[in-house]
């Protein structure tokens, strides 16, 4: 049994459903452990000691994205691919060692950097509306983060490699390790460290992030070498792909903070509302856009690289509906069902009805993006497949001018809370999916719109029902019949509601003949019969 384990954990996934499914199973319980951590965040502190941990995750993390994730997690697997394929295992290696080298050495700069000029940074950008004692705490959290983020650039970058190697267990379960050390931190380090324990618990989790990931990378065959090379020819095709792309993570990392500036002006809390609130929301995107997208660029590298444009048009468009008939149910039961939910993850002593009710409030106008930002997810991992870093850019600065500007409208001018910064998010979400999908349209030769919009309005249609069918039954039993104010009660109502409204989604959508059904009934099928294997040890790791 030990060894069929080990089978899985370092099988191959060779079909993006199967990787997908991988991905989607690990970050689900990734996600759970992240809800766990804002739970107990709501227990242990009050909301206004929770924004000072938000906010000096900021600065940190902006860094991080803009430095490390825009070459990693998209720019890096292409090249990657291309180097394995066409030059063989021991250039591409090479050319990963480089690239580790520089940009620990880039990243190192830019932490020493921004220990030194935290306090201006915070003080003035980054949480401007705190009073000045909760802003030296941010400060304090700020310079213990970013030893964290320092350590999480290796669990990053062992990501790019493993995914590169469509090996997606290991590389999933790793934030959720990251997940477990922060926990750890609040649990253990809070009583003496405050929420500077916290703190601590992401450095901890950063650690555990990469070494879960070193065993699988050593036995592909990696190796660190010294003295450290500093060049490779593949290198400059990495900086020439992200340097674009670079300038978009960079516009929409400063849409966050500005989200976040915004959020400490409106009210008290707010910050931990809008952290909340985005935290659930992303939960849908990250198992339904983000899993389907990771395990698709791999396969559309790789067609890309043999000249398949048609079929790298198929792999777009199957993707593309996959993602949809996941994620427009997830979208209307978010928000219909937002109080209960907002109230069984964070429903905690410290946190009260009023900021239960803005956070519902603000998961209610983030979720009307939600389908948007899941299929834009994989939309951008085309282009990236086709070597365009540039399009997804100017769509990027597009949308985050646009969310920007109507954000300090809604807050700034027309005063509206905390719900507003969701919405503002929501309009550039849409404007965003559909900008995408119409430039990579033209790119590619053009989609067969038909084939594009019949599913589509399928799924739709379904949803709508769907939606009526869970909002009315909500309604009846927690003003009728179940009192809501009790945990179990709360529990059975939302999860007797999205049961029986996923059964109507269900019925709808095997009635409109829409095929994704079909596809993902097959895919539990042959995971039933992956199952048997496993308990039979007939389980071989290329057959995942």
Known sequence: MVKNLFSLLYSRQTSILSGAFIIMVTLMLSKVLGLIRDRLLAHVFSPDKIDIFWAAFSLPDLVFQIVILGALSVAFIPVFTEHYENKGEKDAFEMARVILNIFLGLFGLATILIYILAQPIIINFIA???TFDKQLQVISLTRVILLGQVILVFGSFFIGILQSFQR????????????????????????????????????????????????????????????????????RELIKLMSVRTLGLAAEQINEKVGIALASLASIGSVTYLTFAQHLQVVPIGLFGATLAQAALPVLSAERARGKIEEFKVTILTTF??????????????????IPVVRLIFGASQFNWEATV???????????????????????????????????????????????????????????????????????ALLSGILLFWTLHLKVGKFNLRVVLVP????????????????????????????????????????????????????????LDVRELVTYVELFKRLGEFRAKLKSKEILPETV
Do not use: C, E
Request: glycine letters at 6%.
């Open 128 to 130: 401007p509306g705190f």
């Open 168 to 235: 997606f267990v290991i590389p999933s379960l790793a934030p959720l390790f990251y997940n477990l050390g922060i926990i750890i931190g609040i649990v253990f380090l809070s009583r003496s460290y405050g929420i500077m324990g916290a703190a601590w618990g992401v450095v901890l989790g950063a650690l555990m992030h990469a070494l879960v990931q070193l065993p699988l990378i050593w036995s592909l065959g990696f190796r660190f070498k010294f003295p450290p090379k500093f060049f490779h020819p593949g290198v």
């Open 358 to 428: 803005l956070t519902g409030a603000t998961l209610a106008y983030l979720s009307i993006g939600l389908t948007a930002q899941a299929v834009s997810l994989l939309l951008v991992r085309g282009f990236y497949a086709l070597k365009d870093t540039k399009t997804p850019v100017i769509v990027s600065l597009i949308v985050v001018i646009l969310n920007i500007i109507l954000s300090i409208f809604f807050v700034v001018i027309l005063k509206f809370d905390v719900w507003s910064i969701g919405l503002a998010n929501s309009i550039s």
């Open 456 to 511: 589509f309005l399928k799924m739709i249609m379904a949803t709508v029902i769907m939606g009526m069918a869970l909002y009315i039954p909500i309604k009846l039993l927690d003003q009728v019949i179940i009192d809501t104010t009790r945990t179990i009660n709360l529990l059975v109502l939302t999860g007797a509601s999205s049961i029986f409204a996923l059964s109507v989604y269900i019925l709808l959508v095997k009635f």
């Open 321 to 338: 509906h996959q993602i949809l008939f996941l994620a427009l149910p997830a979208t209307v039961i978010l928000i219909v069902i937002r």
